[in-house]
């Protein structure tokens, strides 16, 4: 069970990104920031049911913190919702979102969006399942169903279903064989859409999604929205992004801890990670953006992914980039 007992704040949250929001990245990420919500890569429910739950939901130094599921068979999704519950997670999450045509041959993900009630009885049979919030990831559209129309009649289906808590990326999605997730993501944002129904639909919370790059994007969408979801941003600038986060998002009067501070604090749980047998670049690679716009940051780089993936890279490699990049600044 989880021991984040304060009221959830979904202003701001990282998105689920699979291969990328691991364990060991929302670690990281929540040294950065104490109050952003942090997303599990997805997992379906067939993969939970059937394999190794402690290597699929373990987790710990991450909360509050959202399990993202994927499925479609209502009984299947309350069963794992139960089990990310009993694994301490904050939140329990369907993905009607993702449009790569892989999770589309499994009925899952955005190719949900053209059943509104299988989606709607999903996230009912999950809410009964647990005491923690159920929410939902999905889109303004699917291929030629992108009226506003249709739009707010799905989201008022999931409504009336009970769901409350609705995070949308701003663009629709094109299950179009020959259209990789990449390209999905190059479809025009309509924002617009998501402010409207916010109007529409004042009793629900919802978030935005899509293209966000900074704090300063997030602090606009929040004008309009209750919440702001940001992906791959966080990748390219995570220290100037969630760092400062918790300050300008949910005013906080805590000063953001230095870069180094940040290193010092997640390294008992690198060394014992180490000690366990997970391999440094496994959690260093999540790192590698930290220094990033700064002097050495192409050095910080450079250690980290040539020293960290050798066998048996300790966290030694870590000090030894923090000593190049100064020696650099010594001699520059």
Not at 43 to 56: M, P, S
Not at 273 to 287: D, M, S, Y
Request: proline share 4%; glycine share 6%.
């Amino acid at each position: 069970m989880s021991n984040f007992n304060a009221p959830l704040s979904r202003r701001l949250s990282v998105a689920p990104m699979m291969e990328w929001t691991d364990r060991h990245a929302r670690v990281f990420f929540r040294a950065l920031s104490k109050h952003t919500i942090l997303y599990s890569e997805m997992v379906t429910a067939n993969a939970l049911i059937r394999g190794d739950k402690d290597k699929l939901l373990k987790h710990n130094l991450d909360e509050p913190v959202a399990l993202q599921l994927g499925g479609s068979s209502p009984s299947d999704l309350a069963e794992c919702a139960k089990f990310g519950e009993d694994y301490g997670y904050n939140e329990i999450n369907l993905n009607a979102g993702c449009p790569s045509e892989r999770v589309k041959n499994a009925q899952i993900g955005a190719c949900l969006i053209a059943k509104p009630h299988l989606v709607g009885e999903c996230l009912a049979s999950m809410q009964k399942a647990v005491s923690l919030p159920v929410t939902l990831k999905t889109r303004i559209g699917l291929d030629n169903n992108d009226t506003y129309e249709d739009f707010y009649n799905y989201i008022r289906i999931i409504r009336d279903h009970g769901c409350k808590h609705v995070t949308i990326h701003a663009r629709k999605a094109i299950l179009d064989r020959k259209r990789t997730p990449k390209e999905n993501r190059q479809t025009p944002l309509v924002p617009e859409l998501v402010y409207q129904l916010k109007q529409d639909l004042p009793d629900m919370e919802i978030c935005i999604n899509g293209d966000v790059k900074s704090l300063d994007d997030a602090l606009k969408h929040l004008e309009h929205t209750d919440g702001v979801m940001i992906g791959r941003a966080i990748y390219a600038n995570p220290y100037n992004i969630l760092s400062e986060a918790d300050k300008k998002i949910f005013n906080s009067t805590q000063e953001p801890k230095s870069r180094e501070e940040i290193i010092e604090e997640i390294t008992p749980y690198i060394e014992s990670e180490l000690a366990k047998g997970v391999r440094l670049h496994n959690i260093t690679r999540h790192l590698l953006g930290l220094y990033n716009g700064e002097k050495g940051a192409k050095i910080w780089r450079q250690t980290l992914s040539i020293e960290g993936v050798k066998e048996g890279a300790d966290i030694s490699v870590i000090h030894s980039a923090l000593n190049k990049m100064k020696e650099q600044s010594v001699t520059t």
